[in-house]
């Protein structure tokens, strides 16, 4: 039975109830689902009277920005997970481009730019759920995000389906560049095949040649991929011990935390190799936290390689935790810690990286946006979308991959800028050629036909125990 038909039934029972007619309604609030939730083995909630997989419709999309956003303007959709992932700051750099763009679109007597948010951290049914939402209730031209690849992976089958382009900052699968559309997923953060070899580089060469080499990695495209990366980048690592665990969100992260716990426990029940490679996402700090004391022993200590997922400040707040004697042990574990993740262009001779620092901090002063590897990167990939959308004139999502494939020439002398004081004349370049690119402040930013960013720069990054940061240096 359709929605329509199910509230034509229940209005008509509720005038012919004195009749007898039967009430066809499942559920008034959550906790009517349980029973059903429990023959399905599904969280289930109770939208529009029924139980269904996944939050409510009405709750994934409560935010648009800016509030009071006036009935003309452009919707463009984001994805986030700000309660159990690491979105905040990169929200905040989605609002800040928005604000920048906005004050040029004012003054030049164009529509605005509205956000519509949807949080997506209740269950893992909730990101195709807000894409639907976002398309086909709120009209949205594009979408931003979502964050990590295996979350496309849950939209990918809809995005072809409905034609509207997304842009993530940080889905980095190679398995991504696969997908069976161009023009659709784009991404400003680079594919893991470029990513890999840098993380590979890492690795201790006396492990390599000593083979003892372990790898942990969430099992998802993301993870898989950066394992494949890793290991065609260096034929000579054989990982042994080679783990995989699960991660989830909201109602399916209990039965994710276990996997993880689990999987740690055969880990430890082995010796330890001279260094682990573990590639990680929202359960980055549950896995270090499971990895103190584990290795450090060892001669010589364990060391502990990290890809760019394990890079957030909720890694860092592990330092706070516990007793003196906790911390000193969070400490060893932390300090022997080595990653990698996508950089951003410090040395740009027109301060973008370092104009972008400082509006942030003006905007958000008690925020930090070099604790997250991909503030940077939300903050392009809103002013490549944003850029389109103004350089569309006639606004749709078509036009929006048009003209996001205009920023398709790495090698482009004259480049177009992000930023308030440039983002007009980025619009009427991008709207009159092609053959063009963004100077943005993760680097140079262009696309492949597919949506694949076709190059980008990456930095080695510690933890500074003491201070409680990260220290980040270009890769080599």
């Known amino acids: 039975m359709t929605r329509n038909l199910l509230r034509l039934s229940l209005s008509v029972c509720a005038v012919l109830s004195a009749a ?44 648009i920005y800016p509030a009071g956003s006036s009935s003309n303007a452009t919707a463009v959709g984001v994805l986030v997970n700000t309660v159990t992932g690491s979105d905040q700051l990169r929200l905040q750099s989605v609002k800040l481009a928005v604000d920048e763009m906005n004050t040029g679109l004012s003054a030049a007597g164009k529509p605005p730019l509205a956000l519509h948010i949807c949080e997506t951290s209740a269950t893992n049914a909730d990101m195709l759920k807000s894409y639907q939402v976002l398309v086909n209730d709120r009209q949205a031209v594009a979408v931003i995000g ?59 060469a006396a492990a390599v040649t000593g083979n003892s080499v372990g790898m942990f990695v969430v099992d998802d495209s993301y993870g898989q991929g950066m394992r494949q990366a890793v290991l065609g980048a260096n034929a000579a690592i054989a990982p042994k011990p080679s783990l995989t665990y699960k991660e989830g969100v909201g109602t399916d992260e209990p039965a994710a935390v276990k996997s993880l716990n689990d999987t740690l426990g055969i880990l430890k029940a082995q010796a330890a190799p001279q260094a ?26 364990m060391s502990v390689i990290m890809a760019d997922g394990a890079k957030s400040t909720k890694v860092l707040d592990l330092l706070s935790v516990g007793t003196p004697a906790e911390q000193m042990a969070m400490k060893t574990n932390l300090g022997r810690v080595i990653g990698t993740a996508p950089g951003v262009d410090k040395l740009n001779a027109n301060g973008i990286y370092n104009g972008f620092l400082a509006a942030f901090g003006a905007r958000w002063p008690t925020s930090d946006p070099r604790t997250s590897a991909f503030s940077a990167y939300a903050y392009d990939a809103a002013y490549a979308v944003g850029i389109a959308i103004c350089a569309a004139g006639d606004v749709t999502p078509a036009r929006v991959s048009e003209y996001l494939l205009h920023l398709n020439n790495f090698q482009s002398v004259d480049k177009v800028q992000v930023g308030q004081s440039s983002f007009l004349n980025a619009c009427n370049r991008i709207a009159a050629s092609a053959g063009l690119a963004l100077q943005g402040a993760t680097g140079v930013v262009s696309f492949t036909p597919h949506g694949d960013r076709e190059q980008g720069l990456y930095e080695k990054w510690t933890i500074d125990t003491v201070n409680k940061a990260f220290v980040s240096t270009p890769a080599m």
């Not at 842009?167 to 893991?192: E, K, N, Q």
């Not at 573990?278 to 200590?301: C, E, Q, R």
Request: hydrophobic letters at 40%; glycine letters at 8%.
């Open 20 to 63: 007898g007619c039967k009430d066809l309604s499942e559920c008034v609030v959550d906790s009517d689902c349980q029973g059903r939730a429990a023959s399905t083995s599904q969280t289930l909630f109770c939208s529009d009277n029924m139980c269904v997989v996944g939050s409510p419709r009405a709750s994934l999309c409560k935010e």
């Open 276 to 301: 682990l490679v573990t590639i990680s996402n929202l359960f980055s700090d549950k896995l270090l936290a499971g990895l103190v004391g584990y290795g450090t022993a060892s001669t010589p200590a």
């Open 146 to 204: 979502p964050s990590g690849s295996g979350n496309v992976s849950l939209i990918s089958a809809e995005v072809i389906h409905q034609g509207v382009p997304i842009m993530s900052w940080s889905a980095s699968s190679r398995t991504i560049s696969d997908l069976p559309a161009a023009g659709l997923f784009f991404r400003t953060v680079p594919s893991d095949l470029l990513q890999g070899p840098v993380l590979a580089r890492q690795i201790p």
